[in-house]
Structures are given as structure tokens and as C-alpha cells.
């Protein structure tokens, strides 16, 4: 299934309103290859920016976790938005977030990674 495919049938997006998401999400991955610092400051405003994008485009409420935590999840199984996933997750955690939030995701994260360096 395509990410636009995903957005139809788990959000009910229409074909239109998936591609802006798509096309936000990557803005969202060129603004943190071209500003990434390792910082909190940077991953505040980063995960910030995401958050925009949920509540703007998908009518997501403010600070929804479990929202958050579910669609970071589907995006994690999209090859296109993996790698943005994988970044999302340690940007709300050095921001300050709660380290339970996306614990399911970042452990199939870590897995793959370990997998991969073996």
C-alpha cells in the first residue's frame, strides 16, 4: 500500500489532500537535513513542525500522543517516510517528551538497526 493509499483508507483523506500531507512530510525531512543540529532547541521546533502538520492536515487535537504514536507507526512502514520516522521519535525525546510515547515503534527501530550491523 502507498503512503497516499494509507492516508485514503486509514484517515480518509481524499487523493488531494494526501498528496499535501505527503508533500508537507517532505518539506519536514529537507528541513531537517538542511537545519539538523543536536540539540533540544532543534528538536523541539523539529517535532514542533510535525505536530502542525497533524493538526493542520489530518485534524489531529494539540498534544494527541496516541494520535501521534499511531500515524508515526504507519509512516514507520512506509519505506518513503522511514527514515523521517526514525527521526521524529529521538526529537521528541530530546525535547523532553516521554520516553513511553512510540516505545513500540523505536524498539522495531532499534531491532532493524541491530539487525542491520550484524
Known sequence: MTFIELLQKTYGKSVADAENIQQKLKELEKYFDDNFEDDEEFSSVFFQKFEDILTSSLGMETGDLDYMESFIANMYQQEEFK????????????????????????????????????
Open 83 to 118: 527514515f523521517l520516522a526514525m527521526n521524529i521519535i529521538p526529537a521528541f525525546y530530546n525535547s523532553g517528551g516521554d520516553r513511553d510515547v512510540f516505545e513500540q515503534t523505536y524498539q522495531c527501530m532499534m531491532e532493524e538497526m541491530m539487525e542491520q550491523m550484524e
